[in-house]
């Protein structure tokens, strides 16, 4: 027997990973009190997000942090890491994370493992997409978005060439599910409610268009709603292109498949999504990319370890038919779970999910909205006023129900906000300067950069068992390092540690794999130094 507590790992900030962990802990509160279970939750953020009113960040009809509930404030008695979680070992049961302040992984070891990572955004095989097409699945896809359409409106205003005037204010949306609805909704209203604010833009020459693959839009919703909607839509001013599939993009033009053009700058897509690369990776049984569970919600071949949500292909008990990717469904997967795993600790019998769906809304801005609740079809002010009181007692934290609250409250009356809030990129080159005997970069830590020494000196040492720290070789100006983690995806090798004050240029993964993978004279130059370093003494350097 050992003393240890019970690891429970969750990895997701999703709705299915902390309704987990919320749930968790009012049921183990007494073991989780007394040390007797240790509860973790892996997230690249520490708030979870309300995606049913991000497209109202958009508009600003809400605050930008209103959409958004601390995580530790949910779940106090969780272990919170705010990183992204780098491999999922099933066979060892352990999980790396990646690097936080000081550039150090950390594992986590776990009895019980809770994958809820969902999908991610993807626009592979549509050329230019990843270039200019706008995502929206993320707080910071809609503040982008909303930065977008106020720099466009800013650029028309001054704009003198009539053909580029155009293209400024032509604004496109892919996909007609309830995203690209509730965005496009949002966006039309916000852009023609803003453009009265500038001098020279004028509100009836701007162009909304919704591209939609099929001839109905909401295929989730009955057919009465979705033709209701798009009455509406177009009523506003949005131009609906039915049986119209997006194909790529360039800087000032949607392509769509046929050849025709569509000029714009402005270019969102909702549809592309893809199995989260980790979920891919795992050596497991899947179906549609999503990991097949029992109807527990435990993998077959892995006792203690647990999927939901977008991630899962999980089957419901009572109609056996796989459940769909909604929020309503992954909190109840998690509240499942949750209770299955409590029941696996104590001991006792664990239930099946089941959960018949209550209904569906969608928001068409400016007051209305579609809804079927528990059969019942409504659609206008009426589904409107219920979407907004259905969704504000769901979201998380009585504050944020309060600032939600007050921000619909002043949204009536107060004129739009047009305050642009920009936001840099992530540099993929910077300058970065060391003291004398300070650790670059470390044995054993993900290989994220390339350094060129721009000044300075440092060397480069391993640990070898049996011999301590062994010296490699010394560095000067001009000369490179941490190229072998990049190329072979390994862990750094090697220890590099500055001499003298040090002054270096840090290129990160992706620069560095664009180059290498591109520029073949540099490819060249990186596979002779790889291989006469592979050569020299120690073997390996980082």
């Known amino acids: 027997m050992t003393d240890r507590p019970v690891r429970i790992l969750i990895l997701g900030g999703g709705f299915g990973g902390v309704y987990t962990a919320l749930t968790l802990e009012k049921l183990l509160k007494r073991e989780i009190r007394d040390r007797r279970v240790e509860l973790g939750l892996i997230s690249r953020d520490n708030y979870i997000v309300f995606q049913p009113m991000l497209p109202e960040v958009i508009s600003g009809s809400i605050g930008i942090l209103d959409t958004i509930t601390p995580i530790r404030r949910l779940c106090p008695s969780t272990n919170l890491y705010t990183r992204t979680v780098d491999k999922i070992d099933l066979d060892r049961k352990r999980v790396s994370a990646a690097a936080g302040f000081g550039s150090r992984q950390c594992a986590l070891e776990y009895d019980h493992l809770v994958i ?18 706008l995502p929206f699945k993320y707080l ?23 053909e580029v005037y155009k293209t400024l204010l032509t604004f496109v949306v892919a996909g007609g599910g309830f995203s690209g609805v509730e965005a496009v909704a949002e966006l ?23 591209l939609h693959a099929q001839a109905l839009i909401l295929p989730e919703l009955p057919k009465s709603l979705a033709e209701f909607a798009q009455r509406l839509l177009m009523k506003r001013g949005v131009e609906l292109r039915l049986n119209t599939r997006l194909h790529g993009a360039t800087a000032d033009a949607a392509l ?40 527990h919600l435990e993998l077959p071949d892995h006792p203690g370890v647990w999927a939901m949500g977008d991630c899962a292909w999980v089957i419901d008990a009572r109609t056996g038919e796989p459940c ?25 019998a664990r239930r099946e999910f089941s959960f018949t769906a209550l209904g569906k809304m969608g928001s068409l801005g400016h007051h209305s909205a579609v809804a079927e609740i528990f059969g019942i079809k409504l659609s206008g002010f009426l589904a409107w006023w219920l979407w907004r009181t259905i969704y504000l007692m769901k ?14 409250t002043l949204d009536l009356i107060l004129p739009t906000d047009i305050t642009q809030l920009k936001t840099g990129k992530p540099e993929g080159i910077r300058r970065e300067y060391f003291e004398p005997n300070e650790i670059i970069c470390r044995q054993g830590d993900r290989g994220d950069w390339l350094y060129v020494l721009v000044d300075g000196e440092v060397e480069v040492v391993k640990s070898v068992p049996g011999q301590g720290e062994v010296t490699l070789r010394k560095l ?45 004279p540099l490819r060249g130059f990186f596979e002779q130094l790889i291989e006469a370093r592979l050569k020299g003494p120690g073997d390996r350097m980082a």
Do not use: M
Request: charged share 25%.
């Open 116 to 133: 809820a990572l969902g999908n991610v955004t993807s626009f592979a095989g549509q050329p230019g997409l990843a270039e200019y097409a």
């Open 140 to 162: 910071g896809d809609a503040l982008a978005l909303r930065n977008r359409i106020i720099h466009t409106l800013e650029e028309a205003d001054i704009e003198r060439d009539p």
């Open 188 to 210: 039309n209203d916000f852009v023609r409610s803003a453009a009265k604010a500038f001098r020279n833009v004028k509100p009836a020459e701007i162009r909304v268009i919704l």
């Open 256 to 295: 769509l498949v046929g050849g025709e053009r569509i000029p714009t700058r402005t270019l969102v897509s909702t549809v592309p999504s893809a199995p989260n690369p980790l979920v891919a990776a795992l050596p497991v049984k899947k179906e549609k990319g999503r990991i097949i569970v029992g109807r």
């Open 324 to 348: 769909p990717p909604t929020a309503q469904h992954a909190t109840r997967e998690a509240k499942c779970a949750a209770q299955n795993i409590a029941a696996a600790i104590r001991g006792g």
């Open 395 to 408: 979201l998380p934290g009585l504050d944020r129900k309060i600032r939600v609250a007050t921000d619909w």
């Open 476 to 520: 000067r100006a001009g000369e490179c390092f941490g190229e072998i983690a990049l190329v072979s995806d390994q862990p750094r090798s090697a220890t590099v540690r500055s001499l003298t004050s040090v002054n270096v240029l840090a290129l990160d993964r992706d620069a560095f794999q664009a180059l290498f993978s591109n520029l073949p």
